[in-house]
T-cell receptor
């Protein structure tokens, strides 16, 4: 089956620093990837849609200058949390869309737990 | 706009009991996918099922079964003879059926925390 990885699986950083999270589709190409954020005991909220070779589309209320998304290849999308603050501490999950024969599947990564101290 | 409602925030059952998790959805799309995911404490989402809006047949997979009722916009999930390992948060989700330029976003419900005790 299709596999999506995320790196790192967890990260602790100091307030004011930036942290990059990688999302890779290991055995398929994904022109579209998605980034979600999940706060404790809450649902997954879509942050942005990442499109290979073009700018990401951000959901309302998500600061694009704070959450930089780069989808430079068909197998890699990165999310950089710039100038992180404790309120950015969350579980970040990516998914990658596999298109096949006019239909599609979405595969989720295992998530990255970010703690900002 | 799409919306998924999981009214049950938390359910506690004793092992071997049957339990049904409710999911009600709203969409203007005439064609769509419905999903159920399991999220154990590790956080990784586990895909359980995807149904398309054309197929209202109920589905059974082992101890799991799903009841899709288009007339009531519901897609309920039943676990028969629950086990402790079923303890997790379960999410219902909705997305467009066909490829869209917008990327086929998934809309998640708020989740139901299921606790199965001995």
């Amino acid at each position: 089956g299709a596999v999506v990885s995320q790196h790192p699986s967890w990260v602790i950083c100091k307030s004011g620093t930036s942290v990059k999270i990688e999302c890779r589709s290991l055995d398929f190409q994904a022109t579209t990837m998605f980034w979600y954020r999940q706060f404790p005991k809450q649902s997954l909220m879509l942050m942005a849609t990442s499109n290979e070779g073009s700018k990401a589309t951000y959901e309302q209320g998500v600061e694009k200058d704070k959450f930089l998304i780069n989808h430079a290849s068909l197998t890699l999308s990165t999310l950089t949390v710039t100038s992180a603050h404790p309120e950015d501490s969350s579980f970040y999950i990516c998914s990658a869309r596999l298109v096949s024969g006019g239909s599609y599947e979405q595969y989720f990564g295992p998530g990255t737990r970010l703690t900002v101290t | 706009a799409q919306k998924v409602t999981q009214a049950q925030t938390e359910i506690s059952v004793v092992e071997k009991e049957d339990v049904t998790l409710d999911c009600v959805y709203e969409t203007r799309d005439t064609t769509y996918y419905l999903f159920w995911y399991k999220q154990p404490p590790s956080g990784e989402l586990v895909f359980l099922i995807r149904r398309n809006s054309f197929d209202e047949q109920n589905e059974i997979s082992g101890r799991y079964s799903w009841n899709f009722q288009k007339s009531t916009s519901s897609f309920n999930f039943t676990i028969t003879a629950s086990q402790v390992v079923d303890s997790a948060v379960y999410f219902c989700a909705l997305s467009p059926l066909f490829l869209t330029g917008g990327g086929n976003k998934l809309t998640f419900g708020t989740g139901t925390q299921l606790k199965v005790e001995l």
